[in-house]
């Protein structure tokens, strides 16, 4: 839930940013405002352990919280293979390699829009 006067593209940004910090990989943002009501943008990203993985999990629940964005629900963070954040208008996937290859959610959600980070800039 959005507890802040933060958009959904500055709150998408923070998010980017928190996984950079950490060297998440391959991070690319889904645009499914205009095919699903679940949120507005997925961000995928993966990292190499599982340590790196929570790590980058953890820096997005912090960066955020700081920003006042309430987490509604976090899947999957003891594993480390998938962990899913759910921010209400953006959900938020970190992978390891293996399953991002497996499960293959940019392909799942093809008919959403692929964007750059770049385009989050632009109000």
């Known amino acids: 839930m959005v507890d802040t ?18 060297k998440a990989e391959d991070i690319r943002i889904i645009d499914i405002s205009e095919i699903s009501t ?8 993966d990292g190499s352990n599982k340590s790196q993985i929570q790590a ?18 976090i899947e ?3 594993n480390a293979n998938w962990i899913l954040m759910d921010f ?13 290859l497996f499960y293959d959610l940019e392909r799942i959600w093809r008919d959403g829009v692929l964007i750059e980070k770049e385009a989050l800039k632009t109000v």
Do not use: C, P, W
């Open 38 to 45: 679940i949120a507005d943008y997925f961000i995928i990203a």
């Open 56 to 73: 980058m999990a953890d820096n997005v629940s912090e960066r955020l919280g700081r920003a006042g964005v309430t987490v509604r629900q």
């Open 5 to 22: 006067l933060m958009n959904t593209k500055e709150i998408a940004l923070l998010a980017i940013d928190a996984l950079e910090d950490k």
């Open 88 to 100: 209400q208008d953006i959900i938020i996937h970190i992978f390891d390699r293996e399953n991002r």
């Open 76 to 78: 999957g963070y003891q």
